[in-house]
Every structure is written in structure tokens, then in C-alpha cells.
């Protein structure tokens, strides 16, 4: 079956733009993750939705950092004013259920270019 | 604070040798450890998991291992093949984290030379 999918895949943005990045998770998911990944780093957890609601945001980095997935399925990651420490991959990972025993399965990233 | 570190930063062998890759973590708290690779510009695939309550796991060429105690886990590739080249990285969840996020090192960079 389909999974896990990002788009877009590449995004560049001049620097104070404001970007909306996507993630589609494998259907019927439970929970979704966002992670950070620095060039030569490993990812870093952004935030964590169990079905519609956000119950962990302790890893974003400001407030320019928001993070939605309104009905469940799809979410999205928006970065206003970006700066160029911004520039980074970011992953998406889904998994079956809300309990730390259940794999996570990631997308192919974004990668944000900001200039 | 959970850290996770992975050693070494990079490694280089030739085609055919058996390699262990390392992983240590500051709070054995864990729920479980999480061996994934990652191919350049790709997303990451995983390997092996390990629950808290195991000591180790096998697929094909791979065997991971884990000392909860002592805060380490090793990736054991044996015959290592030029397809095997790419990054590893290993991630441990914490017990009480909510949902289970992620906690990564900073990866190992792999290369096989044929």
C-alpha cells in the first residue's frame, strides 16, 4: 500500500516568506510526527498529533512554527518569516497507534532551502 | 535530558567485512531502541526494533543488540556489500513520552568499498 507521502519535495524560499509544507500519512494512522533534520544531523522531534489533536509541541523552535491536522489524516507545517536557520529537511512519520510500541513510518522529507 | 550518541561519525571498509556500528543513550528509561538507514535525499527506512525487554534482534545480514544497564546498543553487519552504504541512524523512545517520539543520534555515515 501507498506510504507515507511529502510534498513538495523541494521548497525554496527567500528569506521572510512564509512556507507551507504537507504531509499525507499512511491511511487510517493514528498519530503523526514532525522531525527537524540539520545538514549531517539526525532529526529532531518538532511535534506530535494523536487523530485531530496536537498533544506535543515541545520541540518547536518559535512561534513562527505552526502545525495543524484539522481533520485527522493530513497535516501541514507552517513556518512563517523564515529564517535561514530553518533550512533543513523535514520528516513526517505516521504510525497505527497512539502507544510508544507502535513503528513509525517516514516520508521521503522536504527539504527548505531559505536564501 | 535523553542524548543519544552514535560512534563513529563516519566509517570506511572494503566490500566483504563484518562491521559493528555503536549507539549509547544517557537514560535507560526507554520503551525501546530503533535502527533505521537513510539513503542520501531519501526518507528513513527501519531495520530493526528493539523493545526494552529484549537483548537483541536479526533480519538477514543485521543484528542489533541492546544493554538497557549500560545505556548501548551495536548494529552487527556481517559481509558487508556496497549496497549497504548509507547512514544509520538509532533512536531510542523514552517510557514516558506521550505517543512515543523519537530521540536520534547524529547518525553514522557507512561506506563499502567494492
Known amino acids: 500500500g501507498a506510504g507515507v507521502s511529502q510534498s513538495p519535495r523541494y521548497k525554496v524560499a527567500k528569506r521572510g516568506q512564509d512556507v507551507a509544507l504537507r504531509c499525507d500519512p499512511i491511511?487510517?494512522?493514528?498519530?503523526l510526527f514532525w522531525y527537524q533534520q540539520a545538514l549531517g544531523q539526525g532529526p529532531e522531534f518538532l511535534t506530535y498529533f494523536q487523530n485531530e489533536a496536537q498533544l506535543d509541541k515541545s520541540g518547536l523552535p518559535s512561534d513562527r512554527f505552526f502545525a495543524e491536522r484539522p481533520e485527522g489524516s493530513v497535516s501541514t507545517l507552517k513556518i512563517q518569516r523564515t529564517q535561514q536557520e530553518d533550512s533543513a529537511v523535514y520528516l513526517c512519520?505516521?504510525?497505527?497507534?497512539?502507544?510508544?510500541?507502535?513503528?513509525?513510518?517516514f516520508g521521503p522529507g522536504t527539504r527548505l532551502t531559505v536564501t | 535530558k535523553q542524548e543519544v550518541t552514535q560512534i563513529p561519525a563516519a566509517l570506511s571498509v572494503p566490500e566483504g567485512e563484518n562491521l559493528v556500528l555503536n549507539c549509547s543513550f544517557t537514560d535507560s528509561a526507554i520503551y525501546n531502541l530503533q535502527w533505521f538507514r537513510q539513503d542520501p535525499g531519501k526518507g528513513l527506512t527501519s531495520l530493526l526494533l528493539i523493545q526494552s525487554s529484549q537483548r537483541e534482534q536479526t533480519s538477514g545480514r543485521l543484528n542489533a543488540s541492546l544493554d538497557k544497564s549500560s545505556g548501548r546498543s551495536t548494529l552487527y553487519i556481517a559481509a558487508s556489500q556496497p549496497g549497504d552504504s548509507a547512514t544509520y541512524l538509532c533512536a531510542v523512545r523514552r517510557i514516558y513520552n506521550q505517543g512515543g517520539k523519537l530521540i536520534f543520534g547524529q547518525g553514522t555515515e557507512l561506506s563499502v568499498k567494492p
Open positions: 491511511s487510517g494512522h493514528v498519530s
Open positions: 512519520a505516521s504510525s497505527s497507534g497512539g502507544q510508544a510500541s507502535y513503528e513509525q513510518y
